[in-house]
């Protein structure tokens, strides 16, 4: 799955899980993020609103998601 990034430079990890359907609120982003469930670039990443530029790629439940 890829990303596209629309007007901005970037996007928070938080935001990214939120808008892609992937989780229901902004709160459980936020705790699937502090429970190591989601990885930036084969990393597990624990900052919220780590910044997502293109290239990144995030994986959270069996998804991988490519920033562009």
Known sequence: MTFQLRDHDHIPLNNL????????TGGEANT???DQAVKVNG???TQKRKKLRPGDVVEF????ITIQ
């Open 17 to 24: 899980l939120k808008v892609l359907n992937l989780v229901e």
């Open 32 to 34: 699937m993020i502090t």
């Open 43 to 45: 990393q597990i990443e």
């Open 61 to 64: 439940q069996k998804q991988k």
